[in-house]
């Protein structure tokens, strides 16, 4: 089984796995969207979308952001964590897009990245859900943990390891690429990966030590 049809099976079992989505950022227009997904940085969506359930009905347009007061901001985003910055980042970004944009999101990667508090992922992730336009996998701390554990990059940088990805899927599947193993990554590849319980664990490498790990521990107990 060559790399690209690891890939394929592998999103094809966890298509499977979870028929159900989990937990995201909720958002009804592009402004919404990035927000919560600068505001998801260390954070969990869960924890973003009970913050921004309030945030959203106070702050409506860019320029609302652009002109709000730094410490009233931070209170009402304590509970994300890094709020500090994630107020700054948020007025900044508000003001940039009031002066750069007419206040609304650029439909282009390349001036989403410019923004206060965007990152590749955040940016990626913009453009696949706002702008139907696959610009590249979304690496978060998900991604970042299962791809190397699955075999699908050597590396461990989330630029890096993102360029890997692009390779290996096509375009129309990086949305669901960074969705699915954001699922599997809550479930069951967790920092101690569940392996036993994985749908994945003979075709991943990961999985596959571990268990082989375990068996020699049982073999070894039975003979003590």
């Known amino acids: ?4 049809q690891r890939g394929k099976e592998i999103l094809r079992r966890l298509k499977k796995t979870y028929q159900h989505r989990g937990e995201f950022v909720q958002w009804s227009n592009p402004l919404e969207l990035l927000i919560g ?6 954070c969990t969506d869960k924890r973003v979308n009970i913050v921004t359930k309030k945030l ?5 347009t860019a320029r609302a952001y652009a002109r709000a007061d730094l410490k009233t ?3 009402q985003i304590f509970s994300t964590g890094f709020y500090k910055s994630k107020a700054r980042y948020l007025k900044g970004t508000g003001a940039r897009l009031v002066e750069q944009y007419g206040g609304e999101v650029p439909n282009s990667f390349d001036d989403l990245i410019t923004l206060p508090g965007v990152s590749d992922k955040t940016a ?3 453009m696949a859900k706002v702008f139907h336009t696959p610009t590249g996998v979304a690496v978060d701390t998900h991604v970042q943990r299962l791809a ?3 075999g699908l990059t050597r590396h461990t940088q989330p630029k890096k390891i993102g360029q890997d990805l692009d390779r290996l899927f096509v375009s129309r599947d990086y949305l669901d690429v960074n969705e699915y193993f954001i699922m599997h990554g809550r479930a069951l590849c967790v920092r101690l990966p569940k392996c036993t319980q994985c749908p994945l664990i003979d075709i991943c490498p990961t999985g596959k030590k571990n268990t082989a790990q375990r068996a020699v521990r049982n073999v070894a107990k039975r003979r003590g």
């Open 1 to 4: 089984m060559t790399q690209h």
């Open 56 to 60: 959203f009905k106070k702050y409506r």
């Open 124 to 126: 990626h992730l913009i």
């Open 73 to 75: 901001l931070e209170r």
């Open 148 to 150: 190397p554990r699955l």
């Open 37 to 42: 997904t600068i505001l998801s940085a260390q």
